[in-house]
């Protein structure tokens, strides 16, 4: 049984450039997170999917980010003219389900830093 | 909301000693749930334990165990026998009832075990 994975692991970018990160989830997970943690902090809720349906945003997410799960597997999250303060860990969780003690599974996050 | 406090920065613990890390919660739902992460410099968060707010034992898994203590909203982890590769961040987390679609995180703790 395979983690979840993330792609790119690494990304330079200047300020101002779109990227686009990609999050492979655990297979049947139907719960898909994208969280963001900078430096010295504990990681940050973004979004979430169930199956293909986005059922929250943070208000952290602002209007240049946008994410997607097209067909209830993958995901991918862009942002768009970036930002020196988008610089962080851009990390994707999966879980079965939702209730309290279905545990979040992380992959090994994609670290995004904007010149 | 939720908030979760880790007030230790950074612990050092020798190996083969028992080290407890800190974390104290706040919330006004009357469930939830609450786990702690490992995350070593790679990045990937690393599930250890979980603990649900009507779980009558404290948790335990292998070396870790779950310092539970509803009445003072604690829920320190305690790792046993230390091994140098325990050396990592280490987050706390928590999900309530009404907000079990996220996971709110602590600032961490970052552990060093030395020989």
């Known amino acids: 049984d395979t983690g979840v994975s993330q792609n790119p692991r690494h990304k330079i970018t200047k300020r101002g450039q779109n990227v686009t990160f990609r999050c492979d989830p655990i297979?049947?997970?139907?719960?898909l997170y994208w969280y963001r943690q900078t430096l010295g902090q504990g990681p940050e809720f973004l979004t979430y999917f169930q199956n293909e349906a986005q059922l929250e945003k943070s208000r952290l997410l602002s209007d240049r980010f946008s994410a997607e799960r097209p067909k209830g597997s993958f995901s991918t999250l862009e942002i768009q003219r970036t930002e020196q303060g988008d610089s962080a860990m851009y990390l994707c969780a999966s879980s079965l389900g939702s209730g309290l003690q279905e545990t979040q599974y992380f992959g090994p996050g994609t670290r995004l830093l904007v010149l | 909301a939720q908030k979760i406090t880790q007030t230790q920065p950074g612990m050092f613990v020798q190996e083969k000693e028992a080290v407890t890390l800190d974390c104290t919660y706040d919330?006004?739902?009357?469930?939830?749930?609450l786990f702690w992460y490992k995350q070593p410099s790679s990045g990937e968060m690393i599930f250890l334990i979980y603990q649900g707010s009507y779980d009558q034992q404290n948790a335990t898994e292998g070396r870790y165990s779950l310092n539970f203590q509803k009445a003072r909203k604690s829920a320190n982890l305690v790792i046993s026998a230390s091994q140098l590769g325990d050396s990592a961040m280490y987050f706390c987390a928590m999900r309530a009832i009404y907000n079990t679609d996220k996971l709110i995180f602590g600032t961490g703790t970052r552990l060093q075990v030395f020989p």
């Open positions: 297979s049947e997970h139907n719960r």
């Open positions: 919330t006004s739902d009357p469930s939830y749930g």
